[in-house]
């Protein structure tokens, strides 16, 4: 069974830093383009695309974290990372980690989302 379990949420004051970690668990093989993703907690607004890396390093970065966020990942523990830096109020959201596609020796699984896990920006 396979699993994206992300870590690193919090409380952190405007200015502050948090590093996200999203760890993809079971017999994985290789994982594609990986994606952070951002929703206000308690709507249905569309999730926002906050950072997105290949699996060879290529990044992309919404305008309104560029400069702030640094998206990475470690292929050998299959773990994609945020750093997220000069953190603002209006960062706060649930943020959630997505595989384009991962596949293990049974089956590809395809759009996989994680769990979710709460960045609250207050003073």
């Known amino acids: 069974q396979v699993q994206l379990v992300e870590s690193g949420g919090g409380l952190v004051q405007p200015g502050g830093s948090l590093r996200l970690s999203c760890a993809a668990i079971?017999?994985?093989?290789?994982?594609?383009?990986m994606h952070w993703y951002r929703q206000a907690p308690g709507t249905v607004r569309e999730r926002e695309l906050v950072?997105?890396?290949?699996?060879?390093?290529?990044?992309y970065y919404a305008d309104s974290v560029k400069g702030r966020f640094t998206i990475s990942r470690d292929n050998a523990k299959n773990t994609v990372y945020l750093q997220m830096n000069s953190l603002i109020p209006e960062d706060t959201r649930v943020y959630y980690c997505?595989?384009?596609?991962?596949?293990?020796?049974?089956?590809?699984?395809?759009?996989?989302w994680g769990q979710g896990t709460q960045v609250t920006v207050s003073s």
């Open positions: 950072a997105t890396i290949t699996s060879g390093g290529d990044t």
């Open positions: 079971g017999s994985i093989l290789s994982i594609t383009t």
């Open positions: 997505n595989a384009e596609r991962i596949m293990t020796k049974d089956i590809t699984l395809t759009n996989f």
